[in-house]
Each structure stands twice: as structure tokens, then as C-alpha cells.
């Protein structure tokens, strides 16, 4: 079926008309795919005085209609009186303003045609012309609105981690990169940009190496869709190099330190509570303050299991915990109550976790995710193979669990070492 393609005008604002096509009958939209009829083209022309008077005319003939039927007029009204203002002010068209306009439908009609003829002769296109077309087409997609797209539909940290990304791209760009700009040089640009820019956090430090390794990770996946997707034909993400972590120390607690703990008062007893409950299983602080007492459940040997969801990877996690582990929560309650109820990670519960790490004797930086990594350093030192604590503690990657390893070789190493013979 021949598809029309008509050259529209639509009144907006300040005695303008926006030009855009119709379609008939509907075509696919480029980016949602749906069915459309309208295309507009960004394109304005300037209206004369006797369009102006003959469009005043027809909203006062439509307000007197809408009053005579008892419909409220008032928002009606309040525009008419912005074009009456308008109206009184606009002195008609210029030379330079019929320029414009004449100009500007000589554009709009040029895309009205080829817009036509891609439609409705595409025989007249080799199979390589039509290639070509599209990239062309996809090129000119805006790659921050795809981001954008793509940030919105993740879910839990993994979606603060690409909305963060996202800001950056944002500021680097102002907003606007099409896809066809998109190289190599660009992406070494903006990592270096990353590797120099202020955090948004505060303007008085700079952004972390990691985190701008983090956040260009995002936009390598982006790419990688994207090609997958077929608006990009290169492939861009492996052309580009990514930012090198810096491999951070993750302090943990040993066994004497951990029992030093358990004899110790803290201010916060449920904040106490979590902190030795996260050693003993190795969850994270955000799933605790989620845990139900409905999460927790016994298999046929009365072996207790938490049911607990990753915010990182969104993953179903079953977490056979110890009966100590399950004593150490008290008295059992309603199914959907919380397990640690009113525990909540601020500034104010790090000062009571200081204090209480500070009276028991230890002087390493504890933060309370220092206790997640004392159960995965502590396991691996007793002797659990590496696989059954990546999976222990919800992790999607092996790799992600191998930082753990490192810690238990450097203490192997320490150890060997302390050992010495005067010879």
C-alpha cells in the first residue's frame, strides 16, 4: 500500500506554526516502533497578521460554544488573552520573516519528499542502499536519550551505579551526542574526563578511580546492546579500552577480634546484633535491614535457610545459616515482621559502630561492611573452597570472590615469614 505523506501546520506559541508530516496510513515509529501518524520536524514558520486575527477569532467562537453548553472556559480564556497580548504587540511580517518562511517550507518540503519516496519506492534502492539508509537513520539517534532509556530499566544498585554513569555522560555531552559521532577519540576523551572530574557528591574531591572505572563499564554495556540492537554496525565497546581498578584493601576482622566483639557493650544493641549476625553468614547490610522472619525457614534435617534477594545482581539466594547464627536473633515473630527492626546505616550508627569497635581493643578501619568481608576471609582460612563462598555469599561472578583469596594468600605469606632461624 502507498503510504501519503502530507506537509503539515500546527498553531503553538507566539504566533508560530510548527510544520510536521502526516502519514497515512501509519507507519512504524523509528524508535518505540509503535504506529504513528505524525513526525514532527523541529522546523517553525512565522505566522501572518491574518492568521493570527482568524486563529483568535476561532478560540473566542469555540470559548462562546463551550459556555453556551455549561463548560468551563477559563483555561480557554486564559490562553486567548495570551494571544490577544500577542496579537496587539505583533506588528506582521518582515521581509527577513518571509525569508524564513519561504526557506524554511523549501526545507521541510524536501523532507516531505524524500521521506515519500523512501516509503513507497523502496525497489529503487539496492539492498546496500537500503543498509546504508538505515545506519544513516540510527546514526542520527541520540546515544545519552539511549542511555537514558537503558539507566531507567535497571533495577536496585545496579540502577543507581547507571543513573550515576548517566550524569556524568550527561554533563560531558550537554545532553546531546548522535551515535555517528561516536569513536574511539570520544571515549578516551570522556575517560579522561572521568579520571579528572569533580565527584557529584562534593565538589572537593575528585572522582574515584573505581568509580569512573565503574561508571564507564556502563557505558561499554551500553555500546554492546547497542550493537546488538543494530543501531551501531562496529564494534565499539571492544575498540575501546576500560579504566584499570585500583585494587583496594578490604579489611576484615579475625577470630579474637570477632570474639572480642561478642564480650564488648555497644551503645546500639541491634546495630550489635546485625554487625556479629553478617560474620557469622556473610549478608549485606541492606539485606538485613530487609530480612523477614518469614525469610527464614528449616529444611527436613531442621537445618535452618534464609531466603534473601541481592540488591546487586536482583538474584534469589539460599543462605544456609547456623543454629548459632539463627540463636543469636532472639525470640522468632510474626512472619512479616523484621528481623532487625529499626536498624538503619547512617552516620549516626557509624558513630556507635566506632565506638564500639574502639572499646574492644581493635584500631583497624571497620566499617559495617568489613564484617560481610570477615566471613568470606574467615571461611576461605578454614578451609571452604573458594566456589562454595562465591556462592555463599550471592556473588554472580567467581571473579568478584577471588579478592578474598589474595587476602588469605598475604597472610599465608605474613606467616611464613615470621619464622626465622639465626643462621
Known amino acids: 500500500m502507498i503510504t501519503k505523506v502530507t506537509l503539515r501546520q500546527k498553531n503553538i506559541s507566539k504566533g508560530r506554526k510548527s510544520l510536521y508530516l502526516d502519514f497515512y496510513p501509519p507507519i512504524p ?16 514558520v512565522i505566522m501572518s497578521k491574518k492568521e493570527i486575527k482568524a486563529e483568535i477569532e476561532a478560540a473566542q467562537l469555540l470559548i462562546d460554544k463551550h459556555k453556551d453548553e455549561g463548560i468551563k472556559t477559563e483555561k480557554q480564556q486564559e490562553r486567548l488573552k495570551v494571544k490577544n497580548d500577542f496579537a496587539k504587540q505583533f506588528k506582521g511580517l518582515t521581509p527577513i520573516n518571509k525569508v524564513h518562511n519561504t526557506e524554511t517550507l ?3 518540503e524536501s523532507i516531505r519528499q524524500k521521506r515519500e519516496n523512501f516509503l513507497n519506492k523502496p525497489e529503487i534502492y539496492s539492498q546496500y542502499e537500503k543498509e546504508q539508509l538505515r545506519i544513516k537513520e540510527m546514526g542520527e539517534q541520540c546515544f545519552v536519550a539511549y542511555f537514558k532509556k537503558k539507566a531507567h530499566k535497571k533495577t536496585g544498585s545496579n540502577r543507581s551505579n547507571w543513573v550515576s554513569a548517566l550524569k556524568y555522560l550527561d554533563t560531558y555531552t550537554k545532553g546531546h551526542v548522535q551515535f555517528a559521532d561516536l569513536n574511539q577519540s570520544f571515549f578516551n576523551d570522556f575517560k579522561e574526563y572521568l579520571l579528572t572530574t569533580k565527584s557529584n557528591k562534593s565538589n572537593k574531591t575528585t572522582l ?3 568509580s569512573a572505572a565503574s561508571y564507564f563499564n556502563k557505558i561499554k554495556d551500553a555500546l554492546k546492546q547497542a550493537q546488538k540492537e543494530k543501531i551501531i554496525t562496529t564494534d565499539l565497546n571492544s575498540e575501546i579500552d576500560p579504566i584499570k581498578e585500583q585494587e583496594t584493601r578490604r579489611e576484615y576482622l579475625t577470630l579474637d577480634e570477632l570474639n572480642q566483639l561478642v564480650k564488648t557493650p555497644c551503645n546500639n544493641p541491634i546495630m550489635k546484633q546485625a554487625a556479629l549476625f553478617s560474620a557469622l553468614t556473610g549478608m549485606a547490610h541492606k539485606e538485613l535491614t530487609l530480612l523477614t522472619w518469614g525469610d527464614i525457614s528449616q529444611n527436613d534435617n ?6 534473601s534477594r541481592r540488591s546487586k545482581t536482583g538474584r534469589d539466594n539460599y543462605l544456609p545459616i547456623s543454629e548459632q547464627a539463627y540463636n543469636l536473633l532472639g525470640t522468632p515473630k510474626a512472619p512479616e515482621s523484621k528481623v532487625f527492626d529499626g536498624f538503619k546505616y547512617s552516620a549516626y550508627q557509624n558513630k556507635h559502630l566506632f565506638q564500639w569497635i574502639g572499646a574492644a581493643g581493635i584500631t583497624k578501619d ?3 561492611h568489613c564484617f560481610r568481608h570477615t566471613y568470606a576471609t574467615l571461611q576461605l582460612k578454614a578451609g571452604t573452597d573458594i566456589t562454595t563462598v562465591s556462592k555463599m555469599l550471592g ?3 567467581l571473579k568478584t570472590t577471588l579478592i578474598y583469596a589474595k587476602i588469605v594468600d598475604e597472610a599465608k605469606r605474613e606467616a611464613a ?5 639465626d643462621l
Request: charged content about 25%; proline content about 3%; overall charge positive.
Open 417 to 421: 615469614n615470621k619464622i626465622t632461624l
Open 302 to 307: 531442621k537445618e535452618y535457610l534464609i531466603l
Open 208 to 210: 574515584s578511580q573505581n
Open 366 to 368: 571497620i566499617t559495617f
Open 106 to 108: 523549501q526545507i521541510a
Open 29 to 44: 515509529h523509528s524508535k518505540t516502533g509503535k504506529p504513528t501518524r505524525r513526525e514532527f520536524l523541529g522546523l517553525n
Open 395 to 397: 556473588h554472580k561472578d
